[in-house]
């Protein structure tokens, strides 16, 4: 919602002071410009991404427009590995295997949607409890292991940003494409009458106009809110990972979760004691 208010004010604010400049906003109105230039954007994306990252800059894009990670998301997480671990220390890792070999018949991950559903954070806790289990490691190794994967997890999730904002860098370029292809238009009708030729011209000009509006209000701002979105869930992932490797260590759970809970933003970290209260609580 905060991104779809933010576009808002960015249009508004451009088409509310042409309009204040005495400009017709029919003027701006020039389809053949945004087919070239749009166009040229999906084209130059489509050749430098593998399908793969295609996919996942259209799934971001969701996410992006949609609830996003607040402070319920981070609770939830917490509260899953708090279930997850309780059961560790009063059972034995060997409990979880109902739960980490079939999440999606989980009780405990079905309680945690956002979660369960998510493509990368089930898979992280699922696999990384299943390595624990399946032998013994020093948490020493565990952190390695961890930091490894999470900088390969960051890097994997950074490309559908990256590719955004690499198709953002080139829009001023295609919008001077747009324009010079309006002015060839305009010689050609070169012969015409004045009226026309101030037309066809403005109609060039609106492309350098909206290649730059598209690269500085558009593609910049989605490939950082989507970087944005990126660094909560790895926020998560290295909270998890905390955690984990501080119940290696033989610390109790409500302990192990403080590890993790010190590694969140402000906004969004609770106090010892309110995070104590959600698990007494739910």
Known sequence: MQVILGFIVVFASVLGGYVMATGKVMAL???????IILGAAVGAMVIANPSSVLKNILTRLKMTLGKGYGDDYFKSVLQLMYELLEIVRKDGLKKLDDHIENPERSEIFARYPQIANSSVMLPFITDNLRMIAM????????????????????????????AVAKTGEAMPGFGIVAAVLGIVVTMQNIGGSLTLIGVKVAAALVGTFFGVLMAYGVFDPLASSIASMVKKEMMALRMISTILVAQAQGKPTILALDAGRRLLYSEYKPTFSEMEEWMVRD
């Open 29 to 35: 109105w020039q389809p053949p410009e945004f087919v």
């Open 135 to 162: 032998g013994k490691m020093s948490h020493y190794d565990l952190e390695a292991a961890f930091e490894l994967e999470l900088e390969a997890l960051e890097s994997d999730l950074m490309r559908p940003s990256k």
